[in-house]
């Protein structure tokens, strides 16, 4: 038991903001071969600390290969003095282990390794083959994903997100598109403001319709409503000159209901009326698209997960949830898109992101058990796929 919880210390104190993954991978990739399970180290090209992980074990006699995914990296921390302790400390209290990435999402990326890890020491591979597919970036762009090639990708039966969500099943989530919009105007002094554009006024043209642009989107009785935010504006860059210039940054969270390129294709209308209605010039550009996910809550392999969490969890019940997040899995689903996805791992307490992000020991060591039974009931059941 201590071993497996050094690990995730050992990963913890590893800065792995976003960019510099390879740390953690190298490292986990020595703690495998320590064991003696080989693994393949996937730098990236030009950025010499990003890597990706690929993992595999199993007997193959089963055709059928079962996918676990996770990401290295993690957020930024920008207020180091306020946490409780310092987020780069893996420290312990109690129950709790504080640190940068504890939740979101180390105790996962480790608890899938030392899944891995006991099924080869207790000689119980399962007849298929179970694929680790161990990224960086995901928490912006998703790189990582993006790299692993397809054939990686397209043979999977199913696919486990070890995310942090205290226990429950995650059978679908939103998707998440990232777009950028530029306003291009003309510049002008203040004095005579009629001889000029001014980009930011064309940024406003958007804003008086972005708050009811997706009203008539349609209802998914899974994942609810789009959501839409506008997060980022600049413009202007001195006080007595009409601006040229304005961008701003927005966020959807699509559903299955109404997917990206319908998005992507009711933002590029309201952009055309403005263009055509105006002197304005505003111009699209996508910057990231994850597609959303959404498993049916009666298929075998979520009722599979769900039964063996509850099985395994004595102080709580999982159930089954959804929620507005996207995955590593919103890049995956693009080349096998009716692959069964689960998100599944430990406490997060709604600490992701935050100051003293935490996760518990106990929900840590219990989705290890979960992981090495779901992989072992996932072979053992022909009907989980």
Sequence with gaps: MHKKIQILQNIIKIKSVNGNEKAVLRYLSSELRNFGIESTLLPFANEPERANLLVEIGQGKDPRVLGLTGHADTVAVTNDDDWKFPPFSATILDDKLYGRGAADMKSGLAAEVIALIELVEKQ?????????LLTAGE???APGAYQFLPEKIKDLSALIVGEATDGNVTFAHSGSINYRITSQGKPAHSSTPELGINAITGLAKFLAVEAHLFDKAPHDEVLGEVQHSVTVIEGGNQVNTIPARATLLGNVRPTTSFDNQAVISTIQAALDRINQESSYKLKFELLHDFYPIETEANHAFVQLALKISQMNYQDRKPKLIVNNGASDASVF???????????LGPDKDQSSHQIDEHTTISSYLTTIAIYEQLITDYFRESSAD
Excluded at 124 to 132: D, F, K, Y
Excluded at 333 to 343: A, F, G, R, S
């Design 124 to 132: 119980q591979e399962p007849a298929g083959i179970v694929r680790l």
């Design 139 to 141: 928490e912006f762009g």
């Design 333 to 343: 689903v693009q080349t096998n898109p009716k692959m069964p996805v689960i998100l």
